[in-house]
């Protein structure tokens, strides 16, 4: 079953390839199965979270665990939708929508998918990497629904399907050679950085620290650009998805150069690793950051289209204003 469903799949943004190498195949309609399969791992985010930041941060990490549901079609057509199911250590689930079809059908899948999430009254609906149909069906349905929507990131996705040309790696090499002689150097991120690193990240929050000790430096690829004394002063890293991000030059060193000899180092260690004979390399940048959408245009990658995080939680007030409303268009 596994492996049809990986045939039926549409065309995946790359945030999913990882959740469609390996499929668990479920119907979201079968609430009971998938609460009891998200249960287990609510509750042991829930301790996490209780225990605090620190005791997280000593704690191993555990692999993200990831499921694929269907959103059965209408008259026993095919598949509308498939939600991914990606639950970590300390967050709880997330969730990705992937619908079929032009956009017309590509919202009323994602509607469908977002009606049965909704009935499970989970007391939070985070989503990755949502197309904009998707984000559409959201807006309209999920308040409706009694949710109240605490955080909208749209990010254009950028690609790049093959290794850098020839002419960026060798500015890289003279870039890299002309900053060594004014004493900054390459290097990856070490254990001792994550405090910095966690403290310049816009997305920072009680479980970042935890999360980039555990989960990114001394598992995944990083870079690093130091000054004379050793301090991290640039760095971007890989994220557990295969995307990248993070990439942050310190106040006092922009403007020489440094984003971009640690992004194309970043690059070049991904390749070197075998990244694109699994698929394309990509990262998601917010849509307000224009100097790093600007650098990766740059570098040759191609700019395909707008995906969104968000994060809605229930509310008592909205659900009993929702449930007037309807009630009142029904009377």
Known sequence: MASALRLA???????????????????????PRLLAALRPRAAAAAAARAAGPAAAAAAPPAPPHSQVHVVAGE????PEAYVLVEESNHAGPRFGIIARGPRAAARRGSARALQELAALRLEQLRFFGLPE????AADDLLPRSGYVRRYHNPCWQYVLPQPLAAAAVERWRDEARRLGERGYRLSELQPSDAETVDARWPYRSAWSLPFIQTRIIGR?????????????????????????????????????GLGRLVLVALVQRLVARGALARAPLFAYV????????RLL????????????????ERDDGAAAAAAAAAAGNTS
């Open 133 to 136: 149909a998707a984000v559409e």
């Open 297 to 312: 245009r740059a570098l040759g990658f191609q700019e395909t289209a707008v995906f969104s995080w968000q994060g809605w």
């Open 9 to 31: 799949l549409p065309q995946l943004p790359p945030c999913h390839n990882q959740h469609a190498s390996q499929l668990d195949p479920v119907h979201l309609t079968d609430a």
């Open 220 to 256: 995944l690829a990083t870079a690093c650009a130091r000054d004379a004394a050793g301090r991290p002063v640039a760095w971007a890293v890989e994220y557990e998805d295969g995307s990248f991000g993070m990439l942050h030059t310190e106040e006092d060193h922009r403007r020489r």
């Open 75 to 78: 008259e026993g057509g095919p």
């Open 286 to 293: 917010v849509d307000s950051n224009e100097p790093s959408r």
